[in-house]
């Protein structure tokens, strides 16, 4: 154990000697477990999607419920027209790559390597996500299973393709979904994607694309 | 007068006398106050909401030994390394180690205010590494080579012509007065930064104990890929960010946005769990984290403030305190501005010379109704006064005092003393009285009664 890791442990020990009294809570000290206060998401499916959608269109972030593949494989290659996305990079899932393989232009996998310049010049980042938080409209995506750490901020554009069960109601059921599909072996990177990349730097006011995704799109296949 | 002292008089003289500049900061945060409004009222319950998150970060505080050995173990058997840093001098040095270890030529920062506080940049290039931070506020201050104005919105004070001209000068970029196109040239300069520097330095918003992952909140995605694309992820953080478990993140990271910045939740909230693993695509090959003490363990051994440890450096404080918005940040001359920084301070720094600071309030208390995990800010700022007169009395406070106490307790001379007051009062301005000279540049001195009221009042009985 190292000197000053130690002492700083000794310094803590010495100090939390004496207690410092609990804080003044407006409610029940006892009752505050539970995660009753946080935003409602209401009690049935069609409420939890309605809130999705209403977030997500408050974050100017563009959602895209469909019902099959076929219709989520018939919208990007729209989009992708429409946008004129030519260099497409995406990882190798059964959601994403159909749709990635099928737009009109080169789709590469980053699963091979692949240099960070290659991924810099990508047009869009197409990607699979975790889950899908409701209550603030945020998409859950990691290293381990969305592409790695880069695919889903480097390009300006950032198409994520899920499955509409991957949608949870809050945030407390997603951490308890993440206890356990990863349990004690966390990815190294698990991001909370809330919107296309912002800024607020100058004079307060809201641009979005600051460093990241300049446009987000989630499509919701049922 | 300490140095730090009289700076604080002149900036703060200085600004608040700046009416347009006022206004512009009270702009500026007329967007805040309104969507912050609009996100706490979706809450089903913001004061239990901000219960909860006052609880998580107590029991975590209070428990900081065990909750600590407990991260850290979880964190290296992730694949993480811990430095354990006493001061700033010794979190430097680790770090330009591990920089000169790496055989860096190119460093990118993403947003810490804890490398701030241990002036991290300039010792970064004092030893030669070039070194950029990517969050654009942080960006702006770093081309200005100036601080940052808050410690949330580092640029809040400047228009939008003079980063223009800031652009032109170190960019050579066209100037323009649109908001989005200065974001993009950012956005292209710093793009090729993130793809060339060796190291990427974060820090941490939280330190997650039961799974040793590191939680960091950001905007723009530049910690993203300051954390993704170096080969080497370098973070700093003060111990007191650790929490005891990823559930408690539910409540703090909404409250974190809403209570800072306005929004239900920021656009990336993102947890490392160490370098790059195997079967994993990309990231960095070492991730290491730097835990500093730096005067937090002082905090910690006085129970009264042991709360402002708490603090998730939300700067809802800031935002909503009249100080803060009547003299601006730079006039603290601190890492951390308004009244977190002021309660603060004076531990990390001494409190003989940054007691001041404890004055640089109203008490009105709204730095403490604004605080998400109810920190007793404005108490603690009356406290640090109380301690501040223990540790350098003030001459004229124990004079005075002492002659009150003495004539009070004595009619007959606390009678005459009335006497010789009012005779001499009007002598009082020439008199180099503390505060009085300040008090009378826009005020007349009331006119003095010729009795005293025990006189008035023995008279309304004769009539």
Redesign the interface.
């Known amino acids: 154990m190292?000197e000053?890791?130690k002492?700083?442990?000794g310094?803590?020990?010495?100090?939390?000697k004496?207690?410092?009294?609990?804080?003044?809570?407006?409610?029940q000290?006892s009752k505050?477990?539970g995660?009753?206060?946080?935003?409602?998401v209401g009690d049935t499916h069609a409420h939890t999607m309605a809130l999705l959608s209403d977030?997500l269109a408050?974050l100017k972030a563009s959602f895209h419920p469909v019902e099959n593949l076929d219709q989520a494989i018939a919208l990007v290659k729209d989009l992708a027209q429409k946008k004129n996305w030519k260099n497409i990079a995406y990882?190798k899932n059964e959601l994403v790559t159909p749709v990635a393989l099928a737009i009109d232009g080169t789709a590469w996998a980053?699963?091979d390597a692949f240099s960070?310049?290659k991924l810099?010049a990508a047009d869009v980042g197409l990607t699979s996500c975790v889950s899908i938080v409701a209550q603030?409209?945020?998409i859950l995506v990691s290293?381990?299973t969305s592409?790695?750490?880069?695919?889903s901020?480097?390009p300006p554009v950032h198409v994520v393709i899920a499955k509409a069960d991957q949608v949870v109601p809050?945030?407390?059921a997603c951490?308890e979904q993440?206890?356990v599909q990863f349990g004690g072996k966390?990815?190294?990177?698990?991001?909370?994607?809330?919107?296309?990349?912002?800024?607020?730097?100058?004079?307060?006011?809201l641009?979005l694309?600051?460093?990241?995704?300049k446009e987000l799109y989630l499509i919701l296949v049922r | 007068m300490s140095d730090s002292k009289s700076i604080f008089i002149k900036e703060a003289t200085l600004t608040s006398a700046d009416g347009e500049q006022r206004q512009f900061i009270r702009t500026?945060?007329g967007?805040?106050y309104k969507n912050r409004d609009i996100y706490q009222a979706?809450?089903?319950?913001?004061?239990?909401?901000?219960?909860?998150a006052?609880?998580a970060k107590?029991s975590a505080v209070?428990?900081?030994?065990d909750v600590?050995?407990k991260f850290v173990a979880k964190f290296e058997s992730?694949?993480g390394k811990v430095?354990?840093?006493?001061d700033a001098a010794?979190a430097r040095k680790i770090i330009l180690d591990l920089v000169a270890k790496a055989n860096a030529t190119a460093v990118i920062k993403s947003k810490c205010m804890t490398t701030e506080e241990i002036h991290l940049n300039d010792a970064l290039e004092k030893a030669g590494f070039g070194v950029v931070e990517?969050?654009?506020?942080e960006f702006?201050q770093q081309l200005r080579g100036e601080a940052p104005y808050h410690f949330v919105?580092?640029?809040?004070h400047?228009?939008?012509e003079a980063?223009s001209e800031l652009f032109t000068k170190h960019l050579g970029t066209a100037p323009t007065d649109s908001?989005?196109e200065?974001?993009?040239i950012?956005?292209r300069h710093?793009?090729k930064l993130?793809?060339t520097a060796d190291v990427g330095i974060t820090g941490a918003n939280f330190l997650v104990a039961d799974?040793?992952?590191i939680s960091i909140t950001e905007?723009?995605?530049?910690a993203?890929?300051t954390?993704?694309?170096p080969r080497v992820h370098i973070a700093l953080s003060g111990?007191e960010k650790v929490i005891n478990t990823?559930?408690d993140?539910?409540?703090l990271?909404?409250m974190l946005a809403t209570a800072g910045?306005g929004q239900?939740?920021?656009?990336?909230?993102?947890?490392?769990?160490?370098?790059?693993?195997p079967?994993?695509?990309?990231?960095p090959e070492e991730?290491h984290l730097v835990?500093l003490?730096n005067a937090r363990?002082?905090i910690?051994?006085d129970?009264?403030q042991?709360?402002s440890l708490?603090c998730i450096r939300c700067g809802a404080c800031l935002n909503v305190c009249p100080i803060f918005k009547n003299i601006g940040g730079h006039a603290y001359g601190t890492t951390y501005q308004g009244p977190i920084g002021s309660v603060i301070t004076p531990h990390l720094r001494g409190l003989k010379d940054w007691n001041h600071l404890s004055g640089a309030s109203s008490l009105c208390g709204a730095c403490t109704d604004a605080c998400p995990v109810?920190i007793?800010l404005h108490h603690h700022l009356l406290q640090n006064r109380r301690n501040a007169a223990k540790v350098v009395p003030n001459l004229f406070d124990r004079v005075f005092h002492g002659t009150f106490n003495f004539v009070i307790q004595r009619p007959a001379l606390f009678s005459l003393g009335g006497k010789v007051f009012r005779k001499t009062f009007g002598l009082l301005k020439h008199l180099p009285v503390p505060y009085l000279g300040t008090w009378l540049k826009s005020r007349d001195l009331p006119a003095i009664p010729q009795k005293s009221f025990r006189e008035v009042w023995k008279d309304s009985k004769n009539v």
């Open positions: 190292s000053a890791r002492e700083i442990m310094r803590i020990r010495e100090a939390l004496t207690p410092s009294p609990k804080p003044h809570l407006k409610g000290s505050v477990t995660k009753a206060w946080l935003p409602e977030n408050k990882h980053v699963d960070k310049d810099e603030f409209g945020a290293s381990e592409g790695g750490r880069g695919l901020i480097l809050d945030l407390a951490f993440i206890n966390m990815p190294s990177m698990l991001s909370f994607i809330t919107g296309p990349s912002r800024t607020g730097d100058i004079e307060r006011i641009v694309g600051a460093h990241g995704p | 500026a945060l967007g805040y979706r809450y089903r319950d913001w004061e239990l909401a901000r219960d909860a006052s609880l107590w209070n428990n900081l030994a600590l050995e992730n694949g430095h354990w840093a006493r010794e990517s969050d654009l506020g702006i919105f580092p640029c809040m400047l228009k939008r980063i908001p989005e200065l974001t993009m950012a956005r710093l793009r993130y793809i799974t040793g992952q905007n723009e995605g530049n993203r890929l954390a993704a694309m111990i990823i559930d993140l539910t409540v990271l909404p910045a239900p939740m920021t656009c990336y909230n993102t947890l490392y769990a160490g370098p790059k693993k079967g994993e695509l990309d990231g991730f835990l003490d363990t002082q910690l051994a129970p009264e042991r709360d708490h109810r007793d």
